[in-house]
Nanobody
């Protein structure tokens, strides 16, 4: 089955930067959407950044200009570069891949989450 593993979270001061990584593996025919979500304590899970298979990107208004989603060329890895971090960015961050498996079934795969804490 398709599996995703995130890494790169940690504790950072306001104004600092982190880069999250997500490695995907499994029997995939195509990946149609790559997303980063986050969920802060007591809040609903929200979409932070997304990328379609053709490379088009979209961002939540709260992170636009500060966060960048990218994919490593020739590798099954997606990144979220986070700059100018704010306390409101504190959350568990999840990567999410959606596509079609080699069994011709649609998959919606999620990582285990990585905690980002922005605090002085």
């Amino acid at each position: 089955q398709v599996q995703l593993v995130e890494s790169g979270g940690g504790l950072v001061q306001p104004g600092g930067s982190l880069r999250l990584s997500c490695v995907v593996s499994g029997d995939m025919f195509s990946i149609n959407v790559m997303n980063w979500y986050r969920q802060a304590p007591g809040n609903e899970r929200e979409l932070v950044a997304g990328m379609t298979g053709d490379g088009s990107t979209n961002y939540a208004a709260s992170v636009k200009g500060r966060f960048t989603i990218s994919r490593e060329y020739g590798a099954a890895t997606v990144y979220l570069q986070m700059n100018n971090l704010k306390p409101e960015d504190t959350a568990v961050y999840y990567c999410n891949f959606r596509g079609i498996g080699t069994d011709n079934n649609i998959f919606d795969a999620w990582g285990q989450g990585t905690l980002v804490t922005v605090s002085s």
